[in-house]
């Protein structure tokens, strides 16, 4: 009668705590997966808000640096007024007369002018390093929203963990005091029992407060204002298929941001010297005018001559000597090229090494799974058989307490194990993209 009463009292404290786990507990709070959070977190981040606004700013600077290729036109509007002293021109003998009046439209346009074509492979090069940390900033925010999301749904496991070995340890108690009562075991069990309940009261109030610490933390980075009344939805025992290593290489070879990044970024460098040397190069330009520029604003002078008339004009501009400024400048560029290219290999270097890295802890993350739900079934017999083998005075109090605690370590580590997975399975996205 005794073994029954008291198995049916662990099967009540187990059923409780499942069914204050269920999210039916929660239906006044906002709910969110991890597609939400991970939304939220983009609409909110400010780090990947100034990535993406530079990506647009480098945008802007390739469309003005292939503007400046083009021809381009304006209308020149101007009133110059000298002095008279007597004389047709006036004071200033450059003049024309002591009314000059220009209203004239002029096309410019470069013939050969390779530093100009340089600067805008060098903006379309810049821009691409800014789109892939652009993609960089997205998927380290990716990454640190799924860590402290699963997080919050670990810690809100291990609450409810606490909770039931809590209930586990009253329901023990109980028992202990009616055995005591029956003259069947020694008061030091009841008291052995009493400090295990304090203990697991206390444990629970920590995990609730963890609980509520990862609840911020998360907090910061989905809301613009303080908000604490939202959960996560569970779902760590959903577990995300691991790629083979040669799939996860060949995704990371294709689609990874810091590469491009710094491909790009060598790509720039060699721009840069070849707009570097273009000072060294002749530069031709043409200028087309169309207008007045006649002592009266009029079609025709006085004498009933024309006044609207046309002038083209081309410009040969040679560089001669500049002190070795432009030499010292293709210098300083080449330089910068030597330097990007070993951040490159450095890069590719260091995805090897992470790849590998990140791969293994995913990996070994993925089969302890397995073995940590194992631990736990185990566990949960043994404490089974344990009090069984206490009501029947086989087994000591001390042995009870012994495996209350292995259980609550194995429910504690398993919830750990799941989001260990979760979290090494975000960090090698980060180098390969979503898989």
Known sequence: MRVHSLIAGVALAVCGAQAQSQPGSNESRLQLTLSDAIKRAKANAQALLAANYAAQIAHEDTVQAKAALLPSANWFNQYIYTQPNGTPSGVFVPNDGPHVYFNQANVHGDLFAPGKRADYHRAEAAEAVARAKADIAVRGLNATVTQDFYALAAAARKHANAEQSQREAEQFLDVTEKLEQGGEVAHSDVVTAQILVEQRRRDTLEAGLAEEKARLGLAVLLFPEFRQDFTVADDLETTTMLPDLARIQSMAATNNPDIRAAQAAVEQQRYEIKSARSALYPTL??????????????????????????????????????????????????????????????TQRELLANLNSFYREADLASTQIGSLRRSLDLSNESLQLILLRYQAGESTVLEVKDAQTTLTQARDAFSDGLVRYRVAIAALQTLTGAF
């Open 285 to 346: 330009s043409f200028d087309y005018f169309f207008g007045i520029e006649a002592n009266q604003y009029a079609l025709h002078n006085p004498d009933g001559q024309n006044n609207l008339g046309s002038v083209a004009q081309a410009t040969l501009n040679i560089p001669i000597w500049t002190w070795g400024a432009a030499r010292s400048k293709v210098r300083q560029s080449e330089i910068r090229l030597r330097q990007a290219q070993a951040d490159l290999t450095f």
